[in-house]
């Protein structure tokens, strides 16, 4: 009796509620697979000396959800099984997170995606991130965004 393999699935959700690792993670686990790599991105304190109370990402849904479709299809890396991609919208306090799952059988291939997913999806979705600071606020966009080069 041969081992079955998993069907592909990818996981997207863009949400204003606290995201949670473990039901993130229990997405993407699979015993075909072997490898889970997590990609954490959360709220620091700081920016460039100035202190950050928290984070508000405003996005235009429809198209960061086909733009995630877009990432998670273009899987350089066959083995590559699950990837789950959560984003959190709103505002972000320091600490809190969004999320990038991938899964595959190798370690390798599971950390080559998650660098490719998180770096693609910077440089591509259209989501705007205000960094909220003691006195003021700032809208930021990606250094790794096409076309960036300057903060608004």
Known sequence: MGVSQDVL????????????????SELVISSYCGAVSLFIDTTRNN????????????????MAETEIKKICRDKKWPSVKHIAV???????P???????????????ES???VMYCINT??????IWKKEIYEDKYSWKENKECFGANSEK
């Open 121 to 126: 999806l910077k440089a591509s979705l259209p």
């Open 47 to 62: 920016f460039e000396g100035k202190k950050v109370i928290h984070l508000e990402y405003e996005v235009y849904i429809s």
């Open 94 to 108: 320091i600490t809190e997170a969004s999320v990038i799952i991938v899964s595959s059988p190798h370690r390798a």
């Open 111 to 113: 950390l080559e995606a």
């Open 9 to 24: 699935k990818d996981f997207i959700q863009l949400k204003s509620e606290k995201l949670s690792v473990d039901e993130v």
């Open 86 to 92: 959560h984003h959190r919208l709103g505002v972000v």
